[in-house]
């Protein structure tokens, strides 16, 4: 039986909706449900499957529809019992946390004249008004949301760098300011490096990473993917940032990390960086590093950018002096960079219990940097890799729901959340396809990130676990094994603490390395001496 | 580039305003950094066209809408209603004729009246002789040889049907600080009473009573008395546990107070001055009919400023519900009016009930009535129990006004002014409705009072409204 039940004037966020609909789905008696709002689409959608579409009639995106498709009226009646009662309880437990509530921004603005940040995480269609609404009223922004259009983007980024504010994003899901995490963030050492990045879990790994060798951040703002890759976005925010950054005091040195930008963006960055004066560290991923610069050292990738970023903060002059403290250390010393022959000793080791048939690397990511940082280094090195996030047309996934070949999943794309929350809230869509790619007779080693921090799920390396064991013991069963890399992106001062998530994994087997560029370094080393030879 | 607001932020104190997913704010409060949530709702309840109209209004305006509605709130906070006398409202009523029916809300035809209103209407006509029974009067006011109008085109408000005609004594307040005035009827009391409804000869024969005993009675006090200075009276009946709407126990006791001194001096016949008093004392609300035109005229003086979004009329016919802006005159937006959420009397349920109805919607657009819901402890059950209902109601009216009164005052949040000049922009931006309290009639003439509640105005009247102003005024 098909049920709707209706509570007008209740709105909720997407994600205590999405939530509240996997809750249901998992009831006894339930065959499917659907807890949303009343919008067009949402409307079309129930109607679509079935559902009375009438009952909808003269509802709007701000009232709440349960809709239940169960068994017998019992069941359904517990299942909108349930979705009342999630989204209630979410909404009591918040009430307990401190935080001050009010009905509008205005009113927010009158209870506090002098809140100065904005954090925007509402549905794309109104996060460019509430941004322009903050900006306008001299608050800097941070806009969580995507599905904000480019126009919209590019007048909002005018406006703010004509008051001289911080435009963060949109699709900005990262930033630390004064030390305070902003959205999904890493508990930090506050210190002298200031990074701007154009790219989430990037920002995160650098940050974290910096933390690691001892070194602190000052200030990390994000600036939403766009900003430097988009010509007419023109890095507005990364140029102010870095402006900003550079009259700083206490910041001394500067980190930029992106995806490739437009070349006229990036002449101007590095420009701004020479201008500053302190000396900088630019990693953009996927693109082959420029020859350092006296003071401005081009990365290879984030591990390279944080160690270049910590030892500039620790006073070595130059990029040519860095580099040379680099060579001195080797293997996993502080400053060392990966040793080639470890990494190598380790990967054929793993790759010597692998039976015959298991050939391809799998990385499946909840992080979009960090599944690039893997896909990139891969497809170069295993020559051909297929992705949803490949740019080379001819390897890029047709069905992202199948494997073929050696594959790097970013399970944080727009095709894995549609409706969904993001892997690294709910790390269920990851567990599932970890355990189906350890089904795999031809999976020969598994590549994942665990990021944790603000935001993260509270045990993201737990939520793996059950997979982790189901791939080794699958493998197992067929008289192989199942190398499993990993990295955890995280400080000991999170939530969820660095060495509990990495004790979990590696009490499951896990080999885990110090970064995610380590864990594809070794995996992509077990999928060439696995691979050799196959027609990929 | 301008890197000094950002360097400010470095340099002080993180203080978020966080809108969506409420475990960013949580976070940052763990961390130590100031952060307040939210609670977002779409604007206009995703309603495009609304949206639309209210970009184009921040986008830019041909008048300088801010400084317009500080002028509006200037002159609502500025008036100063002082009953100044009762006469017969042919005399004093603007416009009033012998042919002429007034009533509540905005404009309806005899065929769209709802039932408490048809009452009142047949009640008028008996009253004025024009018919004889019942019957005779429905056919005069079907024939078209009667005119109806709502009392707020002839200055004037009624609650309930709000029915006016020629040869009724009413109240006529002056705008001291503005000079306009504005009239009401003398309020029947409580049962069968014309303004639910009701004609039976019980209803016309005290409304005739009132016209020929009472009305001169208290006419000849207030000659001795002088004018009453009604923001004064306002301003302590809010200290006193009414609110001006729904309680008026205080105000009506202080009227009696002020005026018993000179009624017993009176040269009338002291069984018919006891009559009066008893019947002031047996009526709580005989202060609502003296409240509300003083604040009709308190806002009118607001009406008609270019470039204004404040609402200077909120009223109801019981078929729709009407307002209107200062900076639209003679504008009226209207949606159905609402089904009210109350307690009902013994006997009586939500079955009976006709649909919101009333020109007394006029103190909640002065910012007293439900706005000033945290003064009247004693009702809270009307907004859902305790006093923290009634202290939410007025909190949440703060968020679609723009200002704050100086004269009206809430004991329990610490003497705050009451929220004062409600903005249609507010309104539709943040989906907050003016809360208004109010009676509820029975469905059927003839019955009357059947139950008090609050009602929840119709969106789409404010959303009309807010589209209409952006077609006038964004550039």
Redesign the interface.
Known sequence: MKRITVKRGSYYDSVFLMLATRGLKGLAGVRDAIVAMATPMNAELLSDMGFPAAELDGLGPNDLVVAVDAEDEASAEAAVKEAFDSLTRKKTESAGSGVVRTGSFDAALTLDPDANVALISLPGAYAAREARKALESGLHVMVFSDNVSLDEEIALKRLAVSKGLLMMGPDCGTAIINGKPLCFANAVRRGTIGVVAASGTGLQETTCLIDRYGAGVSQAIGTGGRDMKNAAVGGMTSLLAIEALAADPVTKVLLVIGKPPAPEVAAKVVAALRASGKPSVIHFLGLKPAPDEERVAYAADLEEASLLAALFSEGVPTAEAARSRMAEDTGNDRYGRPDKISIETLAAAEASRLAKGQKWLRGLYTGGTLADEALFMAHAMLGGVRSNNQIDPAWKMTDPLRSEGHVVIDLGDDFFTAGKPHPMIDPAARAERLAKEGKDPETAVLLIDVVIGYGSHADPAGACVPAIREAKAAAASRGGYMPIIASVTGTQADPQGYASQVAALEAEGVIVMPSNYRAALVAVEIARIASEGAVI | ??????????G????????????????????????????????A???RKA?AAL?AI?AGTTVDVKKANAEAVRRILAAEPTVIGIGIAKDVVPGMAKDLVLHAGPPVTWEKMCGPLRGAVIGGLIFEGLAKTPEEAEALAASGRIRFDPCHHHDAVGPMAGVMTASMPVWIVENKAFGNKAYCTLNEGLGKVLRYGAYSAEVIDRLAWMRDELAPILVAALERFGPIDMKSILAQILQMGDEGHNRNRAGTSLIIRELAPHIVMLDFPKEKLSKALAFLNANDHFFLNMSMPSAKCSVDAAAGIEGSSIITTMARNGTEFGIKLSGLPGRWFTGPAGVVDGLYLPGFGPEDAARDIGDSVITETSGIGGFAMAAAPAIVKFVGGSPKDAIDVTM?M??ITDAESQSYRIPVLDFRGTPTGINVI?VV????LPAINTGIAHKNPGVGMVGAGLVKPPENAFRDALVAFAEKYAI
Do not use: C, H
């Open positions: 580039m301008n890197a000094k607001p950002v360097l400010d932020l470095f002080g104190e993180l203080r978020a305003i966080n809108l969506g997913l409420e475990s960013f704010a949580a976070d940052l409060v763990r961390e130590g950094a100031a952060a307040v949530q939210v609670d977002w709702r779409p604007p309840g995703g309603d949206i970009d921040a949440r703060y968020e507010k931006e943040t989906g907050i």
